[in-house]
């Protein structure tokens, strides 16, 4: 997901290209004026008995590529029930939980965050209803013009009017293109030597969280059902689903709050024309700064209770190799045979790997993408993976 830092600086730069639209005949670079340093609180605690999170961060200058995380914060929960969760950092803006706890059914919680800056308070959110996941399924889907695969899912809640929002992590196999078994190396008299490979190379694992915003909910529905929604569309295009793909959906069920301010988020970060009709203005969370009560704040904290499940295909599960051939990662694999000069700096820089040897001590070569699937993945198969 987008962090609310860059969604913000996406709000400041409508604003001011806004106000440069009926003068503007140069070509300008963008640069952050004026700039306003706001507060970034991210949190959910879920139902689940674990360790909870929270992250603090700044917004940050146009020129900049990524949120200034604030590492100097107390952080703090605490509950109805007369419970106090103390959180530590961890990395830069992220605080855990120094125990594992949960979000209990119908108890509220609040968060206080407290940095050199001032005080920051949420409003109290109280624990979500459990809802389970009824079933999750792939199937071949037609979207936009676009072949592929779609995950969908299926839940259903005694509570009129839930509201939901979807998670994934995706895990995928990667195959090389080339099962080469020999490396070559400069050895310690600087001199070609080909030995074997020393690590494998042929089939890797890469896992990557969700960046979307997914979200549903029942409260115009005749039932309280949620039935094959949409939670990821894959493309046949797409090298994840070329050999064997799984995804772990996670459903978290939220507030109406809740819901509305990532429905806002949601329609923000998808906005690729920053003139478009959307301009929410401030994105409005229920965190407030109570030092400085005009202090604007950026954030949402919310309680969640979750469940997940997780889902196995293949791509032949789908499409046929001969009709549809498989999407591979690597791009173009052409094998060459360089100059001795060239070939060494190429195998010192980890360029390219061997192809072949013919005749003996003439090398040709190929890109190492298209031979070492470390440069896409690791070579660790996960704990819960299965063929």
Known sequence: MKSLSLIYIKISVCLVLLGLLSSCVDEIELAT????????????????????????????RLEENQPSPVTDASVSVTSSAGETFIFERDTAGVY????????????????????????????????????????????????????????????????PGAYYKYEFE???????????????????????????????????????????????NTNELSENNVNDYLVRFISKEDSKIAYRYSILVKQLKISADAHDFYTTLKN????????????????????????????RVIGFFTTAAVDEQRLFFNYTDYF?????????????????LPERDLLRELIETNQVELFGEDPPGVYSVIAARCVNCNFFGTNVQPEFWTE
């Not at 919680?109 to 001032?118: D, P, R």
């Not at 005080?119 to 999750?136: K, M, R």
């Not at 970060?269 to 005009?294: D, H, R, W």
């Not at 046929?320 to 060459?336: A, L, T």
């Open 33 to 60: 004026e004026n700039f306003e340093s706001i507060l970034v609180i991210e949190g959910i605690i879920t139902d689940k008995e674990e360790i909870q999170e929270i992250k603090v961060s700044r917004s940050y």
């Open 96 to 159: 855990l939980s120094q125990v594992p706890f949960s979000a209990k059914k119908g108890i509220e919680y609040s968060l206080e965050v407290s940095t050199a800056n001032g005080n920051y308070q949420s409003n109290p959110v109280v624990g979500q209803e459990e809802t389970l996941i009824d079933n999750i399924r792939s199937t071949r889907a037609q979207l936009r013009e676009d072949t592929g695969v779609a995950i969908v899912v299926s839940s259903s809640d005694e509570d």
């Open 170 to 216: 995706e895990t995928f196999k990667i195959v090389s293109r080339y099962r080469i078994l020999n490396d070559l190396i400069i050895n310690e008299d600087d001199e070609f030597e080909v030995v074997p490979k020393a690590n494998e190379e042929y089939i890797c694992y890469n896992t990557l969280p969700s960046q979307e915003i997914v979200l549903s």
């Open 268 to 295: 923000l970060s998808e906005s690729e024309n920053i003139f478009s009709q959307y301009q929410p203005g401030f994105l409005e969370g229920n965190i407030q700064a109570v030092t400085n009560s005009a202090e």
């Open 320 to 336: 046929d190799v001969e009709e549809d051939p498989r999407p591979y990662h690597y791009g173009p694999c052409e094998s060459y």
